[in-house]
Structures are given as structure tokens and as C-alpha cells.
């Protein structure tokens, strides 16, 4: 197969963006689609090798998976012994039990499935998952290993085959789109469109020749594809109904440079730049490396938000991936190693992985070692993330059952309902635990990015309907957001007051209240023995900024428009702001179980300091 160092070139402008999305870079918003951009060129490539080979009369099944193992294998291992070791020293127990089970998954080619169970890819809690990234590797590990037996199985039809899986994959992806969407993200069926339509690339131009005297032709068409490819990437974002027929404007973009970028046409020469072939010769490595550098810094609590630390962060994650390249991956892809020794070692590595990562779920995070060192008496301060959690869950589950009642007739009481996301229950919860005389609380729910009618998910409509035409929002005198804003859908939050406005309500907003992980935390308080002086200024420096400051934007642009609004200061609940102080926990317990989200003991101590702050 001839080399087209343009496909490398598109290799970078496929990692690029994925590494600035994840810094946080907001002309980025949907540089996620980078991955899809992976998936096309692998589609092609694979195909083009398979066909090549086959029309030779020299393709082996045996040679395809050792060449797969001998280009995938060496650098994911690297990164997940990494990645072991850094969540060995730096995670708590809780974080490392469910790092142990990603990384099982991981070693057996099933990492998608476990987030698709576990872990919503665009959700808070992403951030502390050192293997979230390798659910793409999984999509295409899976994608090796039975695609080659389609091709050989169906090569005479194989044109028909893979064009009627790749509809019936698109359809499949757009139809979960609205009734599960993560699995719409992560599995195999509906993704393989993506790598579908590289394969038709490849078998087409298996058999036609793209005429590149037209020049202008081919200008036309790359350059319009590179626009379908830096269109999303500017404007996509996390709330964007994803993968499905958005995913198409990528994936058709991609498709258009593989098959009319050349050395004849501007973008194809563009793409063969000596620089961005270079990094497309290390992106594998790249992809590998920028996840692991980023969440370990937010798992130190490390402010990769600050310019200069990103820059260091992006430095590291260069060197990193160039120590792969050049020491990890090359050396052995070029090795003469025999296909027993390949499969044996690839084997062994399995092996090895998961086993460390079902010790580590086994024993609970090696929680015995962990705070073996701890005293009794500090260990009280310890967080135990899943009996918390379960006693929440339980608690929360039975007193939100009454939390959308109608409202009581008597008028001595004013009518309170609260809308909004799980932050909304929190508030409902303290407001309720202890009752607050002369006020009836009741709860809608309604997330933040659910308030639009021009712009608006298919899965929000039933939502929004319910609390636009509820008894309990005609009824109610206050209402009171309370949510995890998020500054792309400020518009959306200002659509909906007005309205509310409209209705004469009295409202109110409540601020997001983030720190990072409590448990994560409390682990810190315990092994770096922090003084008592010293620690509410520790929590106090362990809010989180990025969360304060959409918050912030938010309450900008409502004052800046004059709406009758009134805005209640959560984070007064924890901390005096003006000293830089804030405290977490008490005799009784901790008040945060996660990064935001209130224990049963917080919801007492909020509602605590509701009345101490006269909020009502």
C-alpha cells in the first residue's frame, strides 16, 4: 500500500483537537470529534491493507492480528502500566477499586462497555477516570477482530455487505440517540458506521481512480471537507446530540480528504507538512499520554485551567509520547519478533493488567494498606464513598416521593418549588429535613441544558413540557434554580426566566457549589497529616474555580439583561468567602459525599445555615 503521508497529516488534525477539548480550550468545544476522524482513517486503512493482501493471494489471519498486537499493544501497555502506577500512588481507595475495573476491562478489549456502564463520557466524574480514553481503543480492537472474517467471508460481496451494516449502524446510532445515548457513544454497533464508511472509501477506490489532473474539483471537495471537519470542532459541544446523524458532518468531511487530498491540492500539502506528519506519526501515543497527564494533575488538585500549567501539561504529554514513540512503540513494531513470541507476550501483558486491576478491586482499592498508617482516631475523618453513597441514595430516594405533591390550600404557607438537576433534590432535601415554618417545598425536575424550545434534545421535550404545564408552577409564589450551570447554556436558562418572569414569579438562582472529590480530599487530610489551623484554607483553595466561574458567567448576563432575579450563594453554606475559609465536615460526618452533591448530615447542616443566613 502506497504511503500517503496526507493521511498522517489528518491523523494530527484528528489529536489535535481532542487534546485541547480536554485542556479545557473553549474554540474547541467539539474537538471530541477527533475520535470519528480516527475511526475513518482506521476503516480505511485496515480495508485497503486486508484488500491489498487478498488480491495478492498472501493474506494471513495469523499475520493481520500480530501486526494489530505488535502496532496497539506495546504503547497501551506502557500507558497502562503508567497509569497503575500513578493511580497507586496518588488515588483513594474508592477511585482505585473503580480504576481496578477499568483496568480488567481494559486488558480484555471491553473498556466501552464498562463505561457505557459506568460512566457517562461528558459527566463530572469523567474527570478522575485515568482510562476514560481507551474506550475508543476497545471500539476498535473489537472492529480487528471480526471485521478481517467479514472480508473474507464475503469478499465477493463485500462492497453490499459493509454498505448495509454501515446503514443499519447509522440508523441504529441515531435511533439511541434519544433513548440511550451512551450506548449510542460507546458501542461497537453503533459506531462501526464511522469505520464503515473508511472501509467504502477504500474498497471504491479499490476500484476507481480519482482523476487528479481536476484540480479545481479536488480543491473544491477537500477543502469543503476540511470545513465539515473544523465546523464541529468550533461549534459542537457536550451537550450536542452525539454520535448519531451530527457525527456525520466529521465522518463526511474526513471522507472527502482521504479520497481527493493529494501533493496537487492545497489542503492535501497542507497535511503534509513535515509538522503535522510528525505528530500524526506519534498520535497514537499522543492520545495515550494527554488523558493520563490531565486527570492526574486534577486528581492533585493541580488548576490545569492556569495558562501556565496547561502549558506544561501539553509539554509533558509531548515528551511522554515521544519517549513512547521512539522507545516503546517503534522498537518493536519493527522487532523481528516470531508470531509465538508476539502472541505469547501480548498474552502475558493481558494477563498481568488484568490481574492488577482485579487485586485492586478485590481489595477494595487496597484499602487495609492504604490507611494502615492512619490512626483510629484520624480515621474518622475518613469518607467512605460507598457506604455514603448508599445511605444517600436510600435516604434521598424516600423523601423525595412526597417532593412533587400539590401544594397545601392553606395560604399561611408560601409555595416554594425548586427546579432544576440533582442539585435541586439537595435543595429540597435541606429545605425539608428540618421543616422551615411559613414555606411548602416542592421539587421539579429540569436540567439545565432542557430549557429552549427552538433548540432543544428530543429526550427534554416530555421534560420541560411537565414543569411548563405542572398545577405546582402555576401555583407557586417562589421558584428557586438550582443546578450545575454550565456557561453554553446560559441562553437556554435566560429563555426559561423570562418566561417564568412572565408569570409573575418571584426567582431564584443558587450558585453551583463544587470542590474536587471529598473522598479524594479526606485521603490528603489523612497521609499529609495538613494542620487543624490549616484546614479550612485547604478546602477553601479545593473549590472548584472552572464550576464557580460558569456560575458567574451566568449571573453576568441575567444582571446585565435586568431580569428580576435574586441569586442565593451556596458556597456561604461551606465558607466564609471573605476569609478564604471553608469547612466540609463535622463531629458528625462529612457534609459533601462527592465533588457537590450533600450527604444526609450536609443536608442537616444546610438547612442550618438556610435560616442563619435568613435565605428564607
Known amino acids: 500500500m502506497k504511503y500517503r503521508p496526507e493521511i498522517d497529516g489528518l491523523r494530527a488534525l484528528a489529536v489535535i483537537p481532542v487534546i485541547l477539548y480536554h485542556a479545557g480550550f473553549l474554540f474547541t468545544s467539539g474537538g471530541y470529534i477527533g475520535v470519528d476522524i480516527f475511526f475513518v482513517i482506521s476503516g480505511y486503512l485496515i480495508t ?44 483513594p481507595p474508592h477511585l482505585l477499586k473503580d480504576f481496578g475495573q477499568s483496568l480488567f476491562a481494559n486488558s480484555i478489549f471491553l473498556a466501552n462497555i464498562f463505561f457505557y456502564i459506568e460512566t457517562e463520557y461528558f459527566n463530572d466524574f469523567s474527570e478522575t477516570s485515568l482510562l476514560l480514553h481507551t474506550w475508543s481503543l476497545s471500539v476498535e480492537e473489537q472492529y480487528y477482530l471480526f471485521f478481517p472474517l467479514v472480508l473474507i467471508f464475503f469478499y465477493r460481496f463485500k462492497l453490499f455487505i459493509i454498505f448495509v451494516i454501515t446503514i443499519f449502524s447509522l440508523v441504529l446510532s441515531e435511533y439511541f440517540i434519544s433513548s440511550n445515548a451512551p450506548f449510542s457513544f460507546y458501542m461497537l454497533p453503533t459506531r462501526f458506521w464511522e469505520l464503515g464508511v473508511g472501509s467504502l472509501i477504500s474498497i471504491l477506490l479499490n476500484k476507481f481512480t480519482i482523476n487528479q489532473k481536476n484540480k479545481l474539483i479536488n480543491e473544491l471537495f477537500c477543502t469543503f471537507g476540511f470545513l465539515l471537519i473544523l465546523i464541529p470542532i468550533c461549534f459542537f459541544d ?47 501515543s499522543l492520545y495515550l499520554s494527554h488523558h493520563l497527564v490531565f486527570t492526574s494533575l486534577r486528581l492533585l488538585f493541580i488548576d490545569i485551567h492556569n495558562f501556565s500549567i496547561l502549558i506544561l501539561a501539553i509539554l509533558l504529554t509531548v515528551l511522554l509520547a515521544l519517549f513512547s514513540y521512539k522507545f516503546v512503540e517503534m522498537p518493536i513494531r519493527k522487532s523481528n519478533f516470531s508470531s509465538s513470541k508476539v502472541f505469547l507476550s501480548s498474552i502475558i501483558g493481558i494477563l498481568l493488567f488484568s490481574s492488577i486491576g482485579l487485586y485492586f478491586h478485590k481489595s477494595n482499592g487496597m484499602q487495609s494498606y492504604k490507611f494502615s498508617k492512619t490512626s483510629l482516631e484520624n480515621q474518622k475523618l475518613i469518607l467512605n464513598y460507598e457506604n455514603v453513597k448508599e445511605n444517600r441514595i436510600k435516604f434521598w430516594d424516600k423523601n423525595l416521593l412526597s417532593s412533587s405533591l400539590p401544594f397545601k390550600k392553606e395560604k399561611k404557607y408560601k409555595r416554594v418549588l425548586i427546579i432544576g438537576d440533582s442539585k435541586s433534590e439537595d435543595f429540597y432535601i435541606s429545605a425539608t429535613i428540618n421543616n422551615i415554618k411559613g414555606y411548602q417545598f416542592r421539587r421539579l425536575s429540569l436540567n439545565n441544558n432542557c430549557n429552549d424550545k427552538l433548540i432543544i434534545p428530543e429526550r427534554c421535550k416530555y421534560n420541560k413540557k411537565k414543569v411548563l404545564k405542572s398545577e405546582l408552577l402555576e401555583q407557586a409564589e417562589i421558584v428557586i434554580l438550582s443546578n450545575t450551570w454550565h456557561y453554553l447554556t446560559n441562553k437556554y436558562v435566560i429563555n426559561f426566566i423570562k418566561k417564568l418572569n412572565t408569570m409573575n414569579k418571584q426567582i431564584y438562582v443558587v450558585s453551583t457549589a463544587n470542590f474536587n472529590d471529598s473522598s479524594s480530599l479526606s485521603y490528603v487530610l489523612l497521609n499529609e497529616k495538613i494542620d487543624n489551623k490549616k484546614i479550612s484554607k485547604f478546602f477553601y483553595k479545593n473549590i472548584r474555580q472552572d464550576w464557580r466561574r460558569q456560575y458567574l458567567s451566568l449571573k453576568k448576563d441575567i444582571i446585565n439583561l435586568s431580569l428580576k432575579v435574586k441569586f442565593l450563594e451556596k458556597l456561604d453554606i461551606f465558607c466564609e468567602l471573605g476569609k478564604k475559609e471553608c469547612l466540609l465536615y463535622d463531629e458528625n460526618g462529612w457534609y459533601i459525599w462527592d465533588t457537590g452533591h450533600l450527604t444526609k448530615n450536609g443536608a442537616i447542616f444546610m438547612n442550618k445555615r438556610m435560616l442563619e443566613l435568613k435565605w428564607f
Do not use: C, D, H, W
Open 48 to 91: 485497503s491493507i486486508i484488500i491489498s493482501e487478498i488480491e495478492k493471494n498472501n493474506f494471513s489471519l495469523i499475520n493481520f492480528y500480530e501486526r494489530r498486537a505488535k502496532r496497539i499493544l506495546p504503547a497501551l501497555f506502557f500507558f497502562l502500566f503508567l497509569s497503575s502506577l500513578v493511580a497507586f500512588l496518588i488515588l
Open 238 to 284: 457536550k451537550f450536542t446530540e452525539f454520535p448519531g446523524l451530527n457525527a456525520l458532518i466529521p465522518v463526511f468531511g474526513t471522507a472527502l480528504i482521504i479520497i481527493f487530498a493529494s501533493s496537487n491540492n492545497y489542503v492535501g500539502m497542507i497535511l503534509s507538512n513535515q509538522y503535522l506528519v510528525n505528530i500524526g506519526l506519534i498520535s497514537f
